[in-house]
């Protein structure tokens, strides 16, 4: 069986904001560990390029909340940016995921409208 080839998903603009504070509520992750986790996660329906991801952790550290820190990877003799999820990016991931909840219960009416009979 030739392998899946995954649709083409344009994500929402701060839609990939909302996933990397998610991913990093696991855990410190460095930029390729984060694209892996969020492609594994959703079964390669999301592959975040590299000049997607960086521009936004750039971001993400500018507002204060994540934070890098550059370490020595287990096992390898190679410096790693970690980031960690910031207390300010905890309540930013509380706020986002909120509005991504409104905003999918609001397509799903539109999707999927209650009928009268």
Same mark, same amino acid.
């Not at 504070?21 to 560990?33: D, K, N, Q, S, V």
């Not at 492609?39 to 500018?62: C, F, K, M, N, W």
């Not at 934070?67 to 991931?93: C, F, H, I, M, S």
């Given at each position: ?24 509520? %696991? ?9 892996? %986790? ?80």
């Amino acid at each position: 069986m030739p392998p899946r080839t995954p649709p083409n998903v344009v994500l929402l603009q701060g839609t990939l904001d909302m996933l990397i504070l998610r991913t990093l509520l %696991f855990g410190a992750a460095h930029g390729h560990g984060i694209s892996s %986790f969020i492609q594994q996660t959703t079964q390669d329906a999301l592959i975040v390029e590299h000049g997607s991801l960086y521009p936004a952790l750039h971001r993400l550290e500018r507002k204060g909340w994540i934070a890098g820190k550059w370490d020595t990877a287990p096992n390898r003799n190679r410096e790693y940016k970690y980031y960690r999820l910031t207390p300010l990016g905890r309540k930013q991931l509380v706020a986002e995921q909120s509005k991504w909840e409104e905003l999918v219960r609001a397509i799903g009416r539109v999707m999927q409208p209650i009928t009268e009979e």
